[in-house]
């Protein structure tokens, strides 16, 4: 991954019919935000009729001054920005604050044709656009991703929801934003956990659909971690792009498609679960110790070398990341996993690798093979 190669700074397109949108990587280029939403705003049903706009944002996001610059841009084209700070963390993707976001909007007589964006990670994407999905029966939404995570993952693809306080993401909808705008500028002052988190999605798109990809990774680990601004670009771009395709090829998540995303989330779902959620493992942790436990059952399955695991974990720990998750119970993983299973008629499904590049979805998988892989962890 070399740095002089010149960055394309054209969106990237996510195609899907009359609901298709661009996802927009820029280097600190705010003042340009309001003619991109604009823009965004003429392709859906609501045209040029926003004049108003609900930022969603968090309070650390507030202190560091970034939405000022952002409702500056949505003035500047028009759109009138009112913003509301939601506290930072998982905690607020909640009913309780859903209903406060409902309550000022309906404050303000907010009809149909309010715009909201969500400025923030992916907390407040999941957040913003679960309200934007339901006021009104859905108002259109613009993404601000402001984390590596959200920006390579969340942010694209529709998916938006909240918390039942005993099960994650499972109030939710599909409700595709006008347009995503990155700015991957906002990557300079993200602590260093948070940063690691997100290259663990970043790997997992080299792992299941791009050797080349990960072959790039795998060179530019030193430029990555010192945040090079155009090689940071050149990532995320690239993952929106992987992305952007999955998702256009199965939107909703329907003919097994999209569902090459969960590689390595079955095992993590599973760690966070068991861990703790906001404990000992983020999501993006659990996910790299999750790619390289489903990686060693791919070994099992007969699909792959021992050597691709071992490439897969070399290239997590010199991002930082974890791959191994010691000290929880096998059995309780096991259990966790298969409250997860009722989804899928009873059978355990892993996403796994054949390649570098290439996995598949399979409930081959036979318990005892999955149970000496989550006692080796
Ligand atoms: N994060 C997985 C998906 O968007 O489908």
């Keep these: ?79 009138s920005p009112e913003t509301v700070i939601m506290p930072p963390g998982e905690r607020s993707k909640s009913l309780e604050c859903a209903g406060q976001l409902y309550d000022f909007l309906v404050s303000r007589s907010a009809d149909r044709h309010v715009l909201v964006v969500a400025l923030g990670g992916g907390v407040i994407g999941d957040l913003a656009g679960f309200v934007a999905a339901t006021y009104a029966r859905g108002v259109p939404l613009v993404m601000a991703p402001t984390t590596l995570l959200a920006q390579v993952d969340s942010a694209i693809g529709g998916k938006v929801g909240i918390n039942h306080p005993l099960a ?22 993200l602590p260093e956990r948070e940063l690691r988190c997100g290259l663990a999605e970043v790997v997992k798109y080299g792992v299941i659909l791009d050797q080349d990809f990960f072959a790039e990774l795998e060179q530019g680990v030193d430029l990555i971690l010192a945040r090079q601004p155009q090689v940071i670009r050149q990532i995320v771009r690239r993952s929106c792009q992987l992305k952007a395709a999955v998702v256009a090829s199965d939107e909703r998540e329907e003919t097994g498609r999209r569902a ?21 493992f983020e999501h993006g942790e659990a996910v790299a110790v999750g790619m ?3 990686s060693r059952l791919a070994v099992r399955l007969g699909w792959i070398g021992q050597e691709l695991v071992e490439r897969l974990a070399r290239l997590l720990a010199r991002f930082g990341l974890p791959t191994h998750a010691p000290g ?19 059978k355990l499904r892993f996403v796994l690798p054949r390649s570098i590049g290439k996995v598949e979805l399979t409930d081959l998988a036979r318990e005892q093979d999955v149970m000496a892989v989550l006692e080796s962890l």
């Design 1 to 79: 991954m070399s740095p002089q190669k010149s960055a394309d700074d054209s969106g990237v397109l996510v195609q899907l019919g009359p609901r298709t949108y661009e996802v927009k990587v820029v280097t600190g280029q705010t003042a340009q935000f309001g003619a991109f939403v604009k823009e965004a705003l003429e392709r859906t049903w609501a045209g040029s009729s926003c004049r108003r706009a609900l930022v969603v944002t968090d309070s650390h996001l507030a202190d560091l001054g970034v939405p000022s610059a952002y409702e500056a841009a949505l003035a500047a084209a028009g759109i």
């Design 328 to 346: 929880l119970d096998p059995r309780r993983l096991l259990e966790a996993m298969n409250c997860d299973k009722k989804t899928d008629r009873g």
């Design 168 to 189: 994650k993401n499972i109030i939710g909808a599909f409700h595709q934003p006008a347009g995503v705008w990155i700015d991957t500028n906002t990557l300079a002052s």
């Design 260 to 280: 090459i995303l969960n590689f390595g989330h079955t095992v993590a779902h599973a760690i966070e679960a068991v861990a703790g959620y906001g404990g000992a």
């Design 292 to 294: 390289v436990a489903e």
